[in-house]
């Protein structure tokens, strides 16, 4: 095995220690977890590496002019109200004018996930895996050009670049770069201004992802050292100012991780092998609200957002309930689903009779759409959205690979 390979194989095993979920938990994590085991079992061979692609006392996190943050109140989960996952329509014939269809690789032939729609069939992308570009591009569909965001977005001695996500934050683009340095893995914050201009270092991370709270960048950090403690790792929440500045911990976030829904945070710790909670607490990081939770009793791993919960029952099948532990409604499916779009949005990928459904559920209209593809012969493991999704934990819009040579792009802001 070459040097580069093995270099690239322990820090795929990382990333993967890193995020991986407790089950139920992580939809975009948590599935290309259970794919990479079944990969390794049904191929004799060693997987490649594979990517998909806070503030101390007195340190506030202001949250800009603009709508009320927390979600709208969300429906009951009354059978009726459930769609039928099995027999879904396509995304197009539901919402045409949400539904964008790209190519599968950029003019300079790389693959890419989409971050953001910026109109004029201008789109904010990055490219996958590690092909020694630091920073993520504007793609002109009409024009056939990628301009790049920002410029020497990498510092002194890190090589084999790949962003891990991008964020659009106003006028300003932040994107999380994954390198090496002496041989060590490293991941690093930057941002730039959306319509051109030099890139900025905000900071180093261990964090796989971020979310954007008012003016401050937030991500989750681990205390070195304390993954084996009894009562688990110490972590808390720290932020970085979006100008620039000086990182801190956010006031009273130990123990809390992001969720799905921001600006939002919860006490349930993902991935840590604990014993899941089964009651807690969401934070809104914007305004301090602070929301109970309660995992119905008949549910385990049980994951909430403001609007609604998530989680399994003995046989593995997903359940949704509210955030209080009531109407429980039972799926007969396994997979994965989650909250996003301020919890309105489900989106996830189920075990359905015809194959794998990548849906989308639009909790205010009940509405609802799926692609599926056909699982593979002896398939023993979980559903899960067929979504490159840079690992964004609250992302403008859905891509879906659905054939070699298009990808197709969803506005979760135009799902109505």
């Not at 009320?68 to 989960?77: E, I, K, Q, T, V």
């Amino acid at each position: 095995m070459t040097d580069e390979l093995e270099q690239r194989l322990t820090a795929t095993l990382d990333r993967a220690a890193e995020v991986a979920p407790v089950p139920a938990y992580d939809p975009v994590g948590a599935v290309h977890l259970r794919r990479r085991r079944h990969r390794r079992r049904r191929v004799a061979a060693v997987a490649a590496a594979v990517l998909v692609l806070t503030g101390a006392a007195g340190v506030t996190v202001r949250h800009p002019s603009g709508p009320d943050p927390r979600p709208a109140p969300g429906h009951s989960f009354a059978p009726d109200r459930i769609p039928d996952f099995a027999r879904l329509p396509e995304p197009g014939q539901v919402w045409p004018g949400a539904v964008h269809t790209l190519p599968a690789t950029l003019p300079d032939g790389h693959r890419y996930g989409v971050a953001a729609l910026l109109g004029e069939d201008r789109y904010l992308v990055a490219r996958d895996g590690f092909v020694g570009v630091a920073t993520p591009a504007i793609f002109d569909i009409r024009a056939g050009t990628l301009t790049e965001i920002g410029d020497a977005a990498v510092t002194d001695g890190l090589v084999r670049p790949s962003v891990l996500m991008v964020r659009r934050a106003g006028g300003q683009v932040i994107w999380l770069l994954e390198g090496t340095r002496k041989n060590r893995w490293g991941r690093e914050l930057w941002a730039a201004p959306l319509d051109g201009g030099a890139a900025r270092l905000l900071t180093t991370v261990q964090a796989p992802r971020f979310t954007v709270v008012g003016d401050r960048v937030v991500w989750e950090y681990e205390a070195p050292g304390t993954a084996e403690r009894p009562g688990g790792p110490l972590v808390d929440l720290r932020s970085v100012p979006l100008a620039g500045g000086r990182v801190a911990q956010i006031p009273g976030s130990e123990g809390l991780s992001l969720t799905y829904v921001g600006p939002w945070a919860t006490d349930q710790r993902l991935g840590t092998g604990l014993t899941a909670r089964d009651a807690g607490v969401l934070r809104n990081l914007a305004t301090g609200e602070r929301l109970g939770w309660r995992a119905n009793p008949d549910l385990r791993y049980v994951q909430c957002n403001p609007a609604w919960c998530i989680g399994r029952d003995a046989d593995g099948r997903l359940g949704l309930q509210e955030r209080d532990g009531s109407g429980l409604v039972r799926l007969p499916y396994r997979g994965t689903l989650q909250a996003t779009a301020g919890g309105r949005v489900v989106v996830g990928g189920l075990n359905v009779p015809a194959g794998e459904a990548t849906v989308v559920w639009d909790r205010d209209t009940g509405r609802a759409a799926a692609t599926v593809q056909a699982l593979p012969e002896g398939f023993d493991g979980d559903a899960g959205p067929h979504l490159l999704q840079l690992f964004d934990l609250d992302p403008e819009v859905l891509t879906v690979r659905t054939t070699e040579a298009e990808l197709v792009v969803l506005d979760l802001g135009a799902i109505r």
